[in-house]
């Protein structure tokens, strides 16, 4: 079946240290989205990506970096500038015409760090 | 994209109708209602969507009042795997990807 995969599910890390996230999508989407959630707090648009190679920062990009080298993968880059990095990410993937109805989204990756 | 005013929580009974409301005074005619949910620890789940006129699939019914400043979600008969966070959303259907702004939601509660 199609989806996305995110992995690990729970991580955890020093503080200081970098991480990356991985999420992988077989939908044939060409956007990707990262998005970070924190307890009791609705979604907020970390990076979004409309096609390789190219990704546009959304509403709190600092301290996280991107990358699209292939369709299928958008992996997050938690750095050690980003202050309070302990929270719930999701990714998720829509076809370029970014139908709202057409996004689907990861199960998640907890990071929490120590 | 338009604002949206979600009441932050909301209990029902199970197998009793759920109606969560919208508000989105500011929406433009070329603006669709989306609804999400959120099971806790998952990502969001596309429910239903629409324009000016009510609609219905199998998981809920979009219920959107004429002057499109409101609207109602319905989950008809409510059950313990209902209990979630749901999503008003408001967007333009502009035929490119570009974000989608998550609110907080309100919180269902389906109880016995």
């Known amino acids: 079946d199609g989806g996305i995969t995110q992995s690990p599910k729970y991580l955890f890390r020093k503080e200081g240290q970098n991480v990356t996230l991985s999420c992988e999508q077989n939908?044939?989407?060409?956007?990707m989205y990262w998005y970070r959630q924190d307890p009791g707090q609705g979604l907020r648009l970390i990076y979004y990506s409309q096609i390789v190679n190219d990704f546009q920062k959304g509403d709190i990009a600092e301290g996280y970096s991107v990358s699209r080298e292939k369709k299928e993968s958008f992996p997050l880059t938690v750095t050690s500038a980003q202050k309070n990095p302990t929270a719930f990410y999701l990714c998720a993937s829509s076809s370029r015409t970014g139908r709202p109805y057409g996004y689907t989204f990861g199960s998640g990756t907890r990071l929490t760090v120590v | 994209d338009a604002k949206t005013t979600q009441p932050p929580s909301m209990d029902c009974a199970e197998g009793r109708a759920a109606n969560l409301p919208c508000n989105h005074s500011?929406?433009?005619?070329?603006?669709?209602v989306y609804w999400y949910r959120q099971i806790h620890s998952q990502g969001p789940q596309y429910i239903i969507h629409g324009l000016k006129n009510n609609e219905t699939n199998e998981m809920a019914s979009l219920i959107i009042t004429e002057d499109r400043k409101s609207s109602t979600l319905i989950l008809p008969h409510a059950t313990l795997r209902d209990t979630a966070v749901y999503y008003c959303?408001?967007?333009?259907?502009?035929?490119?990807?570009?974000?989608?702004?998550f609110g907080t939601g309100t919180r269902l509660q389906v109880t016995l």
């Open positions: 500011t929406i433009s005619g070329n603006e669709y």
């Open positions: 959303i408001v967007r333009a259907d502009t035929g490119t990807a570009s974000k989608l702004t």
């Open positions: 939908l044939n989407h060409d956007a």
